[in-house]
């Protein structure tokens, strides 16, 4: 079964430092999405993207963050001099169509901890 | 702004129904999801209702929808300890931009 692939599954950085976490959506999918949870925390939406670039962001997602689809088949995530408060699971996720349709899918995350 | 909120732990013993509720304040969605999320793993899509459906059932699972209250909830029928996880009750806004509950704890005893 065709699914969202995520790496790293853990990053360890100290603060200050760039990150960038890689996905590889679903082959057919256009659509594509990084949420994140803070531990003990709901899961938050950042970013969706379609087209080559942003389509909805979330006031979270602040210049600090940046997404790019820098060839056919993955998509990033990249923070920029990271904080504590970047602790935290990001979740990628793709879909076929941007209406809402009920098929979502996530990946495994990639645990960022910021030191 | 949205809030969907979710009770944070049950627990139930093997071969019972385990019934988990959730509540939203917004009204405005499309579809209401439940995820599914094991120790260390991603959240896997269990199962979704629109928002014109009340019911739907989908082996052992049901998902109840009760727009007037804005309640949703997810019955899982015959529980068994690999059902042991957390569950997220999500809805739509605009895009694909799900809210998510804080997720419920089910633990199941044998």
């Known amino acids: 079964e065709p699914e969202v692939t995520q790496t790293p599954s853990h990053q360890v950085t100290q603060m200050g430092q760039e990150v960038i976490l890689r996905c590889v959506p679903i082959?057919?999918?256009?659509?594509f999405y990084w949420y994140r949870q803070i531990l003990g925390q709901k899961v938050e939406f950042l970013v969706s993207?379609?087209?080559?670039?942003?389509?909805?962001k979330s006031e979270i997602f602040d210049d600090q963050f940046s997404v790019e689809r820098p060839d056919g088949s993955n998509f990033t995530l990249k923070i920029r001099s990271t904080k504590l408060e970047d602790s935290a699971m990001y979740f990628c996720?793709?879909?076929?169509?941007?209406?809402?349709?009920?098929?979502?899918?996530f990946g495994e995350g990639s645990r960022l901890t910021v030191l | 702004g949205e809030d969907v909120e979710q009770s944070l732990f049950l627990s139930v013993r093997e071969g019972d129904s385990s019934v988990i509720n959730c509540t939203y304040t917004?009204?405005?969605?499309?579809?209401l999801y439940w995820y599914k999320q094991e120790p260390g793993a991603g959240l896997q899509l269990l199962t979704y209702?629109?928002?014109?459906?009340d019911m739907k059932q989908d082996q052992r699972l049901t998902v109840l929808l009760n727009k007037k209250d804005k309640h949703l909830s997810l019955r899982i029928a015959d529980t068994q300890t690999g059902d042991s996880a957390i569950y997220f009750c999500?809805?739509?806004?605009?895009?694909?931009?799900?809210?998510f509950g804080g997720g419920t704890r089910l633990m199941v005893k044998p």
């Open positions: 999500a809805k739509d806004n605009a895009g694909n931009m799900l809210t």
């Open positions: 082959s057919n999918h256009l659509y």
């Open positions: 996720a793709s879909s076929e169509a941007r209406q809402n349709t009920g098929e979502l899918f």
């Open positions: 917004d009204s405005s969605s499309t579809y």
């Open positions: 993207f379609y087209n080559n670039e942003i389509s909805e």
């Open positions: 209702i629109f928002s014109n459906m």
